[in-house]
């Protein structure tokens, strides 16, 4: 299975709460595309507070619109320098292959 989660890092002036209802737009977004019931059963996300991270799991299609999605509003609503977003290697693969 291709495991796809990203990694939404925010810097310190970016309230998670904040970041997690603009989530939850995209979240909005893709039920208009795939509806309620396909977006319960694909997305998967998590919230650690601590490190001011939010990780959202888009290896299916859901994840990914809504990724893209999310992205998109965060660009829009904070600025490209307000957060990172990356792909998490896989568990196992490859250095390089994790890199590409």
């Given at each position: 299975m291709n495991t796809a989660v990203y990694r939404f890092t925010?810097?310190?002036?970016?309230?998670?709460?904040?970041?997690?209802?603009?989530?939850?737009?995209?979240?909005?977004?893709a039920e208009g595309l795939f509806g309620e019931a396909q977006v319960r059963m694909d997305l998967s996300y998590h919230i650690d507070e601590p490190r001011r991270v939010l990780l959202v799991d888009g290896s299916n299609k859901v994840?990914?619109?809504?990724?893209?999605?999310?992205t998109a509003l965060l660009l829009r609503e904070i600025g490209s320098q307000r957060f990172t977003v990356r792909r998490v290697p896989e568990v196992g693969a490859h250095p390089r292959e994790a890199a590409a």
């Open positions: 925010f810097d310190r002036t970016i309230r998670l709460p904040e970041a997690e209802q603009t989530l939850h737009l995209a979240v909005l977004g994840g990914a619109a809504v990724i893209r999605m999310f």
